[in-house]
T-cell receptor, first 109, second 114 residues
Framework: GQNIDQPTEMTATEGAIVQINCTYQTSGFNGLFWYQQHAGEAPTFLSYNVLDGLEEKGRFSSFLSRSKGYSYLLLKELQMKDSASYLCAVMDSNYQLIWGAGTKLIIKP | KAGVTQTPRYLIKTRGQQVTLSCSPISGHRSVSWYQQTPGQGLQFLFEYFSETQRNKGNFPGRFSGRQFSNSRSEMNVSTLELGDSALYLC?????????????FGPGTRLLVL
């Protein structure tokens, strides 16, 4: 079956760096997405990786290793507003998105 | 461009009733997907419509159905509601011409079944 694993919850300190991991096993691979979802709101797009390597976008970076079925989202210079759930999703061979359960990130002052 | 809109935003129903949710995609987007989100379960894919045709379907019972109109607006129907259907229902649209197929989500409809 298809599976996306990510930690349920993580805690970090304002101004620090945090890495949220995602491992996947899917039928085919057409890219990996990271979304951010604040409580009570809709998910918003953060990043897309389809080739191995690191994609940097401001304070957020996303890494992909297709051979290891592994990705991470790196958040630098954490701010209180970064407190949210971070969702990892993989597009399979049928162009269907398979979603992880999300990682709730708690930022402490 | 206006974002994805969903109506209603909140809904309370009782077991056995049926419900219809509506989604209007971003202008020009022809693909609309529906998801169910419950605490701890993540997003569960219901179905995707493209140009009025169901293109993909998740593992949900036949009580869950949908359709898409010629203007790309989509509706989702749940019949014979059960307590376990209480969830946030999210609709997402995408421009299938984009290589990375980014999905843009609406604010969701929060359904409570009593």
């Amino acid at each position: 079956g298809q599976n996306i694993d990510q930690p349920t919850e993580m805690t970090a300190t304002e101004g620090a760096i945090v890495q949220i991991n995602c491992t996947y096993q899917t039928s085919g691979f057409n890219g990996l997405f990271w979304y951010q979802q604040h409580a009570g709101e809709a998910p918003t797009f953060l990043s897309y990786n389809v080739l191995d390597g690191l994609e940097e976008k401001g304070r957020f970076s996303s890494f992909l290793s297709r051979s290891k079925g592994y990705s991470y989202l790196l958040l630098k210079e954490l701010q209180m507003k970064d407190s949210a759930s971070y969702l990892c999703a993989v597009m399979d061979s049928n162009y269907q998105l398979i979603w992880g359960a999300g990682t709730k990130l708690i930022i402490k002052p | 461009k206006a974002g994805v809109t969903q109506t209603p935003r909140y809904l309370i129903k009782t077991r056995g009733q049926q419900v219809t949710l509506s989604c209007s995609p971003i202008s020009g987007h022809r693909s609309v997907s529906w998801y169910q989100q419950t605490p701890g379960q993540g997003l569960q894919f219901l179905f995707e419509y493209f140009s009025e045709t169901q293109r993909n379907k998740g593992n949900f019972p036949g009580r869950f159905s949908g359709r898409q109109f010629s203007n790309s607006r989509s509706e989702m129907n749940v019949s014979t509601l059960e307590l376990g259907d209480s969830a946030l229902y999210l609709c997402a649209s995408r421009d299938s011409r984009e290589i990375q197929e980014t999905q843009y989500f609406g604010p969701g409809t929060r359904l409570l079944v009593l």
